[in-house]
């Protein structure tokens, strides 16, 4: 079955950086987009960035374009999420996601915390 595992989030300070992971089985890796998501309390689940299956199209939303950078190894079948420059806003807990044949699969998430 699809699996979505996320990892990588943690306690840091404004400024700084993290990168996550999520590790996908359970279906043909490279034939899918891979997106991220995020969703902070209280508040709906955003649209971080998507990734090609292999890599050549990206999409971020225009208020993450410049701090966050989405990549893959598709022989790893992982896909990553670098953040840089975080700030207090960015604390959520963030999201892999994947559609197949219309379906949507969800990780469990990661929580990222970001302190002033």
């Known amino acids: 079955q699809v699996q979505l595992v996320e990892s990588g989030g943690g306690l840091v300070q404004s400024g700084g950086s993290l990168r996550l992971s999520c590790a996908a089985s359970?279906?043909?890796?490279?034939?899918?987009?891979m997106s991220w998501y995020r969703q902070a309390p209280g508040k709906e689940r955003e649209f971080i960035a998507r990734?090609?299956?292999?890599?050549?199209?990206?999409n971020y939303a225009d208020s993450m374009k410049g701090r966050f950078t989405i990549s893959r190894d598709n022989a790893k079948n992982t896909v990553y999420l670098q953040m840089n420059s975080l700030k207090p806003e960015d604390t959520a807990v963030y999201f892999c996601?994947?559609?197949?044949?219309?379906?949507?699969?969800w990780g469990q998430g990661t929580q990222v915390i970001v302190s002033s």
């Open positions: 996601y994947v559609s197949i044949l219309r379906r949507a699969y």
């Open positions: 359970g279906f043909t890796f490279t034939m899918n987009p």
């Open positions: 990734l090609s299956g292999l890599g050549g199209n990206t």
